[in-house]
Each structure stands twice: as structure tokens, then as C-alpha cells.
């Protein structure tokens, strides 16, 4: 079976959901609108297939095209971050919170239930990476060129690569929490195969196989400390640093904390600004590496209290000063 036909199914199947999607049918049409305009240019020849650009610049494609799929992409992300926030939130509530959150409505109150919308969430990412992935591919096929591939990338700085979503870490993490914890987790339906957390020489990863030979592997170590990331956060950029280290980068107290950066304040590796005010608490992924290191997050644990601490008293006394006027 075809994989557009396969992922027509599957979208129709989810249609009493109303999931946004990647239109394939429609942008296929679009490439076969431009594969006509080009195979009847005048002189039978085909374009240069060397070339890194499209031959000419297709107005069809580059007005409709892109425009469209950036548009399906953004939608695509944001129902997936926005259902793997609720999900992980369900997950990680207690006592009265979780109350307050089954009488919203927001969980079905069932741990089975959670877990199989879980895998439900990791399929829908995966299918329509798959489908963006291919249609990307066609575009490129009939142009002979690699705009396709250098959308990636720009979908990537607009954070709406789905595979680079913090919420997908995020699941993997939790992935890993519900299979190391729950020993009947072996006759529940996983979430991702292949799903793991590597120590190599005390730095850490996260590391699955997902689809078409990808493999996703995501250093867990900071890049400002060396060390591994402690009370994790990923910024809006995707890279994924301490709290504290964070804090620092971004010039702000953990008193404050990172909503109070400026907005030209940049990521420390990729120097993309704007980056702070969104950033992900990575919750899940706290726990997992506070199982998998306790020596370490112990030790660091006691050093980061001390720091708080310290900070937060030098904060609240520059607060009483600027009060007091002195």
C-alpha cells in the first residue's frame, strides 16, 4: 500500500478527532500542476538536474506550496504540543491537582487510558513526519533541486519540525519512567520501540529508533556545565540546558526566572534570540535522570540548593534596597 493512500486511512480513521494533518492530495496536485508547466516549456529538454535551485523559480510551487505545508506543519505541532502538555501534566499531578484536573475533563481518570493516548500522540507525530518527509522528497524529485531538504531547516528555526518538538523528549522520558517502574508495563502498549536512556562515560542520552532507519538521539549533557543537565528546560530553539545555567545565560535570577529574559537575549549554541520566554520545564525527564544518577543528583541537588538560596536572598535585599530607596 502506498504510503498516501495508508496515511489517508489513518487521518480518516482519527476523523471523529479532527487531528490537523498534512494535505498530501493537495500537494500533490500542486506538483503535478508544476510537472506539466515544466515537461511542456517549449523545447523537450529536461532542466538542469544539477542544479541546487529550482530551474525556474516555480511561481505555482513557491506561491502555494511552501505556504501550505508551513501552515499544516505549524498546525501539526501545535495540537501535538498541546495534547503531550495535557497528557504529561495528567501524569505528574497529585493529590488535589488531579482532581481539580479530572473534573475539568482533562483526563479520563484511567492509567490504561493515559498510557494508550500517550502512544496514540506518538503515532500521530511519526506519521505526519513521515508524510512531510515524503512530500519534501517529491518536490525535490520534480525540481531537481534541494529546496525541499533546506525547508527542513527552516522549519526547524520556525520550531515546527515536529521530531524536534520538546514535548516528543518529553514522551520518551516518560516512556522510559512507565517501563522501568511498572512491571505490567510489558503487556501494555508501548510507546515507542527501541526507546532508551544511554550512559556513556556518565553522559547521558536519550536515544530511539523511530522510522525509515531515523534515529533520534538527544545529548543530555549541558553545554554550559559540562555536566548533566540538572532540573532540565529546553528552550524554544530545541537545545536543552539546566535551569540555573539557563538563568545565566539569559542574565536573569532564578527568582525571576526565564519569562523575565529579554528577548534578545540568545540561545548560548545556535545564538538564535528570543529564545527564553518559551521554555519547557522537562519534567519527566528530571525523573528519569534523577533514577538513573542518584550519586550525581544528590550531590548536585544540595550544591543548587545552596546556590538558590544565596541568590534568592541577594535578590530579595536588592528589592528591599530599591523599596527603601537606598
Known amino acids: 500500500m502506498k504510503f498516501c493512500k495508508k496515511y489517508e486511512e489513518y487521518m480518516q480513521g ?91 475533563g482533562k483526563s ?50 520556525k520550531h515546527i519540525e515536529i521530531l524536534q518538538s520538546p514535548w516528543l523528549c518529553e ?6 519512567n512507565l517501563r522501568d517502574t511498572n512491571s505490567k508495563m510489558k503487556k501494555a502498549p508501548a510507546l515507542f520501540e527501541g526507546c532508551s536512556l544511554i550512559l556513556n562515560d556518565g553522559k547521558p542520552s536519550l536515544s530511539c529508533e523511530l522510522f525509515d532507519s531515523i534515529k533520534l538521539d538527544i545529548d543530555l549533557t549541558c553545554s554550559i556545565c559540562l555536566d548533566p543537565v540538572f532540573d532540565p528546560v529546553s528552550l524554544t530553539c530545541g537545545h536543552i540546558f539546566c535551569c540555573m545555567c539557563a538563568c545565566k545565560a539569559a542574565s536573569v ?13 540568545k540561545c548560548p549554541i545556535c545564538r538564535e534570540a528570543g529564545v527564553y520566554e518559551g521554555a ?17 543528583w544528590e550531590e548536585r541537588r544540595k550544591t543548587e540548593k545552596t546556590e538558590r538560596i544565596q541568590e534568592a536572598k541577594e535578590h ?7 523599596f527603601m530607596g537606598i
Open 171 to 176: 514522551l520518551m522520558a516518560f516512556h522510559v
Open 253 to 265: 535570577t532564578i527568582v525571576d526566572g526565564l519569562k523575565a529574559a529579554n528577548p534578545k537575549e
Open 108 to 157: 479520563h481518570g484511567s492509567h490504561a487510558a493515559l498510557i494508550q493516548e500517550g502512544r496514540d500522540l506518538v503515532t500521530y507525530a511519526l506519521i505526519n513526519a513521515i508524510a512531510m518527509r515524503k512530500i519534501l522528497k517529491k518536490y525535490d524529485k520534480i525540481h531537481y533541486s534541494k529546496q525541499g531538504q533546506a525547508f527542513k531547516s527552516q522549519a526547524q528555526s
Open 316 to 322: 530579595w535585599e536588592s528589592q528591599c534596597r530599591l
Open 14 to 104: 482519527q476523523g471523529h478527532k479532527k487531528l490537523p494533518g498534512v494535505g498530501l492530495k493537495k500537494l500533490k496536485k500542486i506538483l503535478k500542476r508544476c510537472r506539466k508547466q515544466v515537461h511542456s516549456h517549449g523545447d523537450g529538454i529536461p532542466h538542469d538536474t544539477s542544479g541546487s535551485t529550482c530551474p525556474r523559480h516555480c511561481p505555482v510551487c513557491d506561491g502555494t506550496f511552501f505556504p501550505s505545508l508551513c501552515k499544516e506543519m505549524s498546525d501539526v505541532v501545535g495540537f501535538f504540543n498541546k495534547h503531550a502538555q495535557r497528557l504529561l501534566e495528567v501524569h505528574l499531578a497529585s493529590g488535589f491537582h488531579k482532581c481539580f484536573i479530572w473534573l475539568k
Open 280 to 296: 519547557v520545564h522537562l519534567e519527566e525527564l528530571h525523573i528519569l535522570l534523577n533514577r538513573s544518577c542518584p550519586e550525581y
